[in-house]
């Protein structure tokens, strides 16, 4: 009876266990896919189309460097080809299209060469739809590069950066993946030792980027510490050969305004000192054709030579019904000027060209520096000097792009004056630290040792007179000379390193900032400050006799 019992109790506690038993498997098997899918990495890959974005047909993707970009690439035969756009904006600017005559120019520094459209995509350039494309081995045969391609999708690896490059190594075989975490998708793998560009730190990843064009994140501890390297590079290319002087440049500007007026050169220098460059405005626009006016004179030249100066002849682009951007966009126009300064220079006996192009408008920028490309040759064939005339450095004139004219020609000057100007309120033509700004921002993309410093001789004396701000630009004495018939003692302002006067007078209020011996010295002294190559005056005409001491004793110590 008592085993009967027994057993009829064992049958009912069996399916209580075996349920308990299910329960349990079912929470381990639970754990077991939580575990999976928390802590197990995903093996899963990318789409690599929409990784990188979707193409058309005979088009590839460019990815450069740590970027994929938006630009695509085509394809012709066999060919790939780089949008203009793509390769002026990213890998060189030098390659210059001259829609007039459907072709690309590239200057050397000793040659303008020249390379016409195709309209089929055998050749160097592609005119495709109105688009303009460069041929992979064009852009390679001035540009240094290192590219890699890829398939499915096709695309095409671009590497142009060589110096000091953040990169780290690989610790062990390991996988770049689309975000940072081991359940995002992989992209690829890399192994044990390779060179990852490193891009950014995080907790317990690293954005990195390989050098075939995967942009991801791997594991920090899978990699080395950043460190920046240099990789050895075999390309050559020519480089520009700049003319410059052994000692510090001392140049004047002289306003000539006719040719009558060179036989003023003389008088002009009467009580110069220290100067040994004189640069005469002799040429300027006359119309978009590239024809200049030219007042230049050999006599003027030999008189500069017998006392020790050189001469560079200005050019400027004053005429106000002239359009730069119209002149400059033409190559015939370009080549017209160049012609003609060179054939002047010959005739004179030139030592150099000054080029004041000032306003120039944003579009205006890329035919500047194509000018400017094509001048330089012509000049260094002439043992010519160049030298530019820019204004301070602000954000409106970026297009002047002081960094590739300072790879081209030989000297950048600073127009180190009109902070203040006809129309803007009363203030300093050439404050202290405005004029220190505009050498520090300049020298960031210029080579200091062939960058000058312009500074004024004149100053603006400012009339207030029922709230009409007027103003009127003097030279030094004349300053002086008002201040003395109005009895007027001005003091030292500090913080704009001039000295301050104002007074009333006929129910108006005058002000002037002067520049004088004090404010001269002040200005000359950032040039051996930061390495510069010398001092440039605007103008001959406007200074006190004694400035000239005073410019050579604060420019001594930079040579």
């Known amino acids: 009876m008592k085993k009967q019992v027994k057993k009829q109790m064992k049958k009912q506690y069996m399916p209580a266990v075996i349920v308990c038993v299910l329960i349990l498997l079912l929470a381990a098997a639970g754990v077991g896919i939580h575990v999976v899918k928390k802590y197990i990495p995903t093996k899963e890959r990318m789409d690599l189309n929409e990784y990188y974005g979707k193409t058309a047909e005979g088009e590839s993707v460019i990815v450069l460097g740590t970027e994929i970009m938006e630009e ?130 995080y907790e317990e990843w690293v954005q990195v980027a390989t050098m075939d064009g995967y942009i991801g994140f791997v594991k920090k501890k899978d990699v080395s510490s950043p460190e920046a390297k240099d990789f050895e590079r075999d390309f050559q290319k020519e480089e520009y050969q700049h003319l410059v002087m052994e000692e510090p440049v001392n140049l004047s500007w002289h306003q000539v305004t006719s040719e009558e007026a060179n036989a003023y050169f003389t008088d002009a220098v009467a009580n110069v000192s220290g100067v040994n460059v004189i640069s005469p405005t002799w040429f300027y626009l006359q119309d978009t054709q590239g024809n200049i006016a030219d007042i230049s004179s050999a006599d003027y030249v030999k008189q500069a030579h017998d006392k020790g100066m050189k001469v560079w002849g200005l050019i400027d682009n004053f005429t106000a019904d002239v359009s730069t951007t119209d002149t400059l966009s033409q190559l015939s126009s370009r080549q017209n000027i160049i012609s003609q300064l060179m054939s002047a220079a010959e005739k004179t006996g030139l030592d150099g060209i000054n080029v004041d192009f000032e306003s ?200």
């Open 72 to 201: 695509r690439a085509v394809t012709s035969d066999d060919q790939t080809y780089l949008p203009l756009e793509f390769v002026s904006g990213h890998l060189n600017q030098r390659y210059y299209w001259d829609s007039s005559n459907q072709q690309i120019l590239y200057a050397t520094p000793s040659e303008l060469q020249m390379y016409p459209a195709s309209q089929n995509g055998d050749g160097d350039v592609w005119l495709k739809d109105g688009s303009v494309f460069l041929s992979l081995p064009f852009v390679q045969k001035y540009t240094d590069m290192d590219v890699y391609m890829g398939e499915n999708p096709s695309r095409i690896i671009i590497q142009n950066q060589f110096t000091g490059v953040n990169v780290a190594t690989a610790k062990k075989d390991t996988y770049v993946r689309y975000r940072g975490g081991i359940k995002s998708p992989v992209l690829t793998e890399v192994k044990k030792g390779d060179t990852l560009t490193f891009m950014e730190e």
């Open 360 to 559: 120039l408008s944003e579009d205006a920028g890329p035919h500047f520096l194509e000018f400017l490309r094509e001048l330089s040759i012509e000049c260094h064939k002439n043992n010519l000097v160049v030298s530019v005339d820019n204004p301070v450095p602000e954000d409106f004139t970026s297009h002047y792009d002081r960094k590739e004219q300072g790879l081209v020609v030989d000297y950048i000057i600073i127009m180190g004056y009109d902070e203040h100007y006809v129309g803007s309120d009363a203030g300093s033509v050439a404050s202290l630290p405005w004029v220190e700004q505009g050498v520090q921002d300049t020298v960031t993309e210029v080579t200091p040792e062939r960058t000058i410093l312009a500074i004024p001789f004149y100053t603006r004396l400012w009339k207030t007179a029922g709230g009409a701000v007027t103003s009127e630009a003097i030279g030094m004495d004349e300053a002086q000379n008002v201040l003395s018939a109005n009895a007027v003692e001005p003091v030292w302002d500090g913080s704009v390193g001039q000295n301050y006067a104002t007074f009333e007078q006929d129910n108006s209020t005058y002000q002037i900032w002067l520049e004088d011996a004090q404010s001269i010295a002040e200005k000359v002294k950032l040039i051996p400050k930061y390495n510069l190559a010398g001092v440039a005056q605007w103008k001959l005409g406007f200074e006190n006799s004694s400035i000239w001491q005073t410019i050579s004793d604060n420019l001594q110590a930079a040579s």
